[in-house]
């Protein structure tokens, strides 16, 4: 029996379908079987960063209008074994889905397959409750600026209503330069804020914008750092036990100082 | 952001220390003194420029801080300069004044009064009201986050977000936050927003409404 996870934020491009991209990606590279769902429905972008857009012949709103079984609906990713799509509908929107529906598509997913990914939209509306209604655990996806954290506090709190457990947070999009110089606030700042289990850090990198337009997940790349983080993070969802990554050893504020005080 | 006070910062033409709005120069050199020793590496012979951001600094103390530098760190100051506009000081409530020390004793009988103990964190969007009695939240009120008690409120973490005490009418109750840092208090019909960026003093606050009928913060000693 497979776990369901919904990789949420409450704000918007903040790294949901990257993150869900990737750490579907980096599982069925560890030799998990992984169904990576879009709950965007109507504004739907995950096939787009898995690369598959052009091999969607049906989405969810065929299985649950039952035109098609849900085997048939499901896309595989040729890359790696054990991955595949299930595709939101881009023609309806998000009110012609019912959480229960999504909830039945999640257990019969969880049959077949180690972890089932579900890809959040943003916002705490119907959306969310969708992408939430069948999920065991949650990801909360944040940066570390204030409106991505009230928001995802906001999200841990109706994940928290809904008896979802346990919620971890990867923190994305992290410049060990910004925090060094007093503009970013740091690991510690976030966590004293939002007060649940840190499962990753994903360092800035500009390598997400090149993967995502060429649709190719960051971790097929070995070398990039965003790469290794979600490795690490894919590592940890399997259960191994990997220490956080320090970003914040070489920060630039050290390295400036260092500079200065060696000149004179 | 561990120091709120003093910051330092490379630029350009060398070291910067940054001096934020502050209520003494006590606070301001153990704050010098945290923010040196954060630093790994020694920062013996170097210079550095004083941007105080408000002129809270009288000249005499500048002089002694000055030598302070010089003597313990062998820190040079090579200038001064100071932000022309005057910042308001970093009081919770913007129309009050901060008070250090607690002067005035208005405290009712709380002996009848019933609580509730909340044992969360109250977070963005979430509403703890009791009306019948004082509310303590073993947690955080994050941004965002609401709690309105009839009597006190107690906040075992950091209130970050709106607190009402007193919703019906009691103008005695109390507000207390191992660390304060609320977008609006209101305690009775009284009401205060907080000044922008407001940070967390490092030690407990208490909000009343004082002897000039406005809300003040001031640091939390014992009733």
């Known amino acids: ?264 | 952001m561990a120091n709120s006070i003093v910051a330092l910062r490379a630029y350009g033409d060398g070291l910067h220390l940054i001096i934020r709005p502050h209520l003494s120069i006590a606070e301001v050199e153990a704050a010098i003194q945290q923010e040196i020793s954060r630093m790994n590496r020694s920062l013996a012979g170097t210079s550095v420029q004083i941007d105080l951001k408000s002129p809270t600094l009288k000249e005499e103390e500048i002089e002694l801080l000055s030598s302070k530098l010089q003597e313990t760190y062998d820190l040079t100051v090579r200038g001064v300069e100071v932000a022309d506009e005057p910042i308001a000081p970093p009081i919770a409530a913007a129309p009050t004044t901060h008070i250090i020390s607690q002067t005035t004793d208005t405290r009712p009988s709380r002996d009848s009064e019933l609580s509730r103990i909340v044992p969360n964190t109250i977070r963005s969007g979430q509403t703890e009201e009791f009306p019948q009695g004082s509310l303590i939240i073993y947690g955080d009120v994050n941004s965002g986050g609401e709690v309105k008690a009839g009597g006190d409120i107690v906040v075992l973490g950091t209130l970050r977000g709106s607190a009402y005490a007193g919703m019906n009418g009691r103008l005695s109750a109390v507000i207390i936050a191992m660390d304060f840092a609320p977008l609006k208090l209101q305690i009775g019909n009284y009401v205060n927003r907080s000044s922008v960026n407001q940070q967390p003093r490092g030690y407990p606050e208490i909000a009343r409404i004082g002897a000039e009928d406005v809300i003040i913060v001031e640091k939390f000693v014992k009733f």
């Open chain 1, 1 to 264: 029996m497979g776990k369901v996870i919904v990789v949420t934020s409450g704000k918007g491009g903040v790294g949901k379908t990257t993150s869900t991209a990737n750490l579907g990606t980096a599982l069925a590279l560890l030799g998990k079987t992984v169904v990576v769902v879009d709950a965007d429905v109507g504004l739907r972008n995950l096939d787009i960063v898995m690369g598959l857009e052009s091999r969607i012949v049906y989405t969810s709103m065929d299985v649950i209008e039952k035109q098609c079984e849900l085997s048939k609906a499901l896309v595989r990713d040729r890359r790696v074994d054990g991955l595949m799509l299930l595709a939101a509908s881009q023609k309806n929107n998000k009110d012609d889905i019912q959480p229960e529906q999504m909830k039945a598509i999640c257990d019969k997913l969880r049959t077949a397959h180690d972890f089932v990914l579900v890809d959040s939209p943003a916002g705490i509306e119907r959306g969310f409750s969708n992408a939430s209604a069948g999920a065991d655990e949650a990801i909360v996806v944040t940066t570390p600026d204030v409106s991505a954290i009230r928001d995802a506090d906001r999200i841990i709190g109706l994940l928290q209503n809904a008896r979802i457990e346990p919620i971890n947070l990867v923190l994305n999009r992290f410049s060990p330069e910004l925090v060094g110089n007093g503009s970013m606030m740091d690991q510690a700042d976030v966590l004293d804020i939002l007060n649940i289990n840190l499962i990753g850090v994903v360092p800035e990198d500009s390598g997400v914008i090149t993967s995502t337009n060429r649709g190719i997940p960051l971790v097929y790349e070995d070398g990039s750092p965003g790469a290794q983080a979600y490795m690490r993070i894919a590592r940890r969802l399997t259960g191994q036990r990997i220490p956080i990554h320090d970003f914040e050893q070489k920060g630039l504020f050290s390295n400036i100082l260092n500079w200065f005080t060696r000149k004179r």
